[in-house]
């Protein structure tokens, strides 16, 4: 059960309020404290990080990252060091996640976003809900390791299925890992080159789930888009924005966004992962 937001395009500092709506989020929870009955609020301490990258002469050549188990509304550092690198960049993405772990204890290795290169392009992928690890991990030939983030096992099987930063190859890849969802994969990722970069976000729930509107409402994905920018967020941040131009990211899809370094135009297509 985590939190997750991301700007994505031009200008994404024109969203900063959204990082300071996803700390209040993290820090209390309306939809969180819904699904489980409590009346006092819950939150998601376990730890939080981000990734962001960044164009420089038409190439995704800038990137930082971050990640601790320090609660992100204790952590008062991390948090104006990231809006400053937002405010310093004029085409790019940023992805956070705050986690309340469900595998894997509160240590750095097990903080999201995870990072993949080993195949000579980057991914980054933050992730809410629950993977059946077990099964990813034999799908995958390596060992289930007793204290390692569901979501790490996700994100080998997601990059071993990559040839590049093509979305086709995403998006099946995703429709793959999505029959080991054991509650939901929620994800959001990033995936780029020197030249190219894609953004997906993903919004899909076991039909279980599906069938409970409690459940529902706490991993509904909110989307909001103006210019040539979007941001995408867990639905409690909604609660801390109170924007009336919000739009939802539709259960059982994903939305990729491709992003030209030069020009900062956005692309956008949803597909279907049933």
């Known amino acids: 059960m985590c939190r997750l937001i991301s700007l994505v395009g031009r200008d994404i500092s024109s969203y900063i309020e959204y990082v300071d709506s996803f700390v209040k989020a993290s820090r209390c929870d309306p939809f969180l404290m819904e699904l489980l009955g409590r009346t006092e609020c819950e939150g998601h301490s376990d730890g939080w990080g981000y990734a962001i990258v960044g164009a420089r002469d038409g190439k995704w050549s800038l990137s930082s990252h971050y990640r601790t188990t320090l609660p992100v509304y204790y952590d008062s550092t991390g948090i104006n060091n990231l809006k400053n690198i937002v405010y310093e960049i004029s085409v790019g993405v940023l992805i956070a996640h705050s986690r309340r772990l469900a595998e894997g204890s509160a240590r750095t290795g097990n903080t999201h976003p995870i990072h993949y290169n080993w195949k000579g392009f980057e991914m980054w992928i933050a992730h809410n809900g629950v993977m059946d690890s077990s099964e990813l991990s034999k799908e995958l030939g390596i060992p289930k390791l007793l204290d390692t983030t569901d979501t790490y096992y996700l994100g080998e099987y997601l990059y071993r299925h990559l040839t590049g930063v093509r979305v086709s190859d995403l998006v099946e890849a995703l429709r793959r890992a999505a029959k080991y969802t054991k ?92």
């Open 183 to 274: 509650t939901a994969m929620n994800t959001l990722i990033i995936l780029y080159d020197d030249r190219k970069l894609v953004l997906s976000i993903t919004s899909y729930l076991t039909e279980d789930r599906l069938r409970n509107p409690l459940t529902v409402n706490y991993y509904r994905i909110v989307a909001r888009t103006s210019n040539n920018s979007s941001a995408f967020f867990s639905s409690s941040i909604a609660r801390y924005i109170h924007s009336p131009d919000t739009a939802e990211v539709p259960l059982q899809s994903a939305v990729v966004m491709e992003l030209d370094p030069e020009a900062g135009r956005l692309s956008k297509s949803t597909y279907n992962l049933d």
